[in-house]
């Protein structure tokens, strides 16, 4: 019992950890399409890469608030984990390591050094998103391990309560059949005491015989 309720606390802490980030990072992926869009609207193609990448990171972070609710989130959870943290290590290797080739091809109009601060800027939020996602990543994993254990627990536990209901009728049967058989041997033995009383050993030995 003991055991179960340390699980159950490390469990809720987990939960609120992972609410916490998906929280955070939420934020982070509404934050991503400012500096993207402040530099060209309409966007280029890269701009639009840009910000498709925010928008799966945004729906992975709200889809996190409720992946534990049905096994389907979950696994589109994960999913949109994977694929926007492998779109955001790109983005963010893009415009680390090619950063005027990257502001070219988002054909900002903005004076360069504008331009370069609001590319850098999102260079910086990519970095932060992708630790954050592995982090809410890593941590979905755990909760998802925790509910299966939990899940795993209740059953054993409502096996062993089976089983010691099983237990208890079995016992409760055999000490009523044995009352029942102390009973029968009881009667039995004060209607021979009535017999005897009644009609002495002659009477005795004649119910003895006509059994």
């Known amino acids: 019992m003991a055991a179960s309720n340390s699980r159950r606390n490390s469990c809720s802490f987990i939960n609120l950890l992972l609410s916490f980030l998906n929280f ?7 934050a991503s399409f400012a500096p993207t869009i402040s530099l060209k609207m309409p966007p280029t193609s890269l701009g639009w890469a840009f910000l498709t990448i925010s928008s799966i990171s945004l729906l992975s972070s709200f889809i996190g608030f409720y992946s534990r609710l049905a096994h389907f989130c979950y696994i589109t959870h994960v999913s949109l984990l994977l694929a926007s943290s ?47 996602q592995m982090g809410v990543l890593i941590l979905s994993f755990a909760v998802h391990s925790c509910l299966v254990r939990e899940y795993e627990g209740l059953e054993a536990e409502r096996d062993a309560s089976v089983e010691k209901r099983r237990a208890k009728i079995a016992r409760v ?5 044995a009352n029942a058989e102390k009973i029968v041997e009881l009667k039995n033995r004060e209607f ?4 005897k009383s009644k009609y002495g050993n002659n009477g005795s030995n004649w119910m003895k015989n006509d059994v």
């Open 192 to 195: 021979d005491d009535k017999m």
């Open 86 to 132: 492998t779109g955001q290590l790109l983005g963010f290797l893009a415009l680390f390591t090619k950063e005027e080739s990257s502001i070219s091809m988002l054909g900002s109009r903005r004076d360069p050094r504008e331009a370069k601060v609001l590319v850098r800027l999102e260079c910086g939020v990519l970095m932060a998103m992708f630790v954050m």
């Open 24 to 30: 955070i990072l939420f934020i982070l992926s509404a």
């Open 173 to 177: 049967q055999e000490e009523s059949m």
